[in-house]
């Protein structure tokens, strides 16, 4: 049975920095991309991060240069790491394992970001 476990959700001020993780287990399929993705109140989905089996990350423009993936090679694990947070940043952050079958999500982890 395929788990997808995300950690590091949390309350923080404006400024402030949170690090996400996630790790699949239980999975059978390679991973082609690994990531996050978040959803506020009344929007859709939007990409965060995510990072590609050859190493190769992609970020979303509100968080490039505030947010950093990484991955951990003997796993599927992936860390986000959040620096600078703004209240705009608020949303639950869900996370995205991706195959050449299918898409494997978390059921995703809040945060909060207060001024």
């Known amino acids: 049975q395929v788990q997808v476990v995300e950690s590091g959700g949390g309350q923080v001020q404006a400024g402030g920095s949170l690090r996400l993780s996630c790790e699949v287990s239980?999975?059978?399929?390679?991973?082609?991309?690994m990531g996050w993705y978040r959803q506020a109140p009344g929007t859709q989905r939007e990409l965060v991060a995510t990072?590609?089996?050859?190493?190769?990350?992609n970020y979303g423009d509100s968080v490039k240069g505030r947010f950093s993936i990484s991955r951990v090679l003997a796993k599927n694990m992936v860390h986000l790491q959040m620096n600078n947070l703004q209240p705009e940043d608020t949303a639950i952050f869900y996370c995205?394992?991706?195959?050449?079958?299918?898409?494997?999500w978390g059921q995703g982890t809040q945060v909060t970001v207060s001024s």
């Open positions: 239980g999975i059978m399929y390679n991973m082609d991309a």
């Open positions: 990072i590609r089996s050859n190493g190769l990350p």
């Open positions: 995205k394992f991706v195959t050449r079958w299918r898409d494997y």
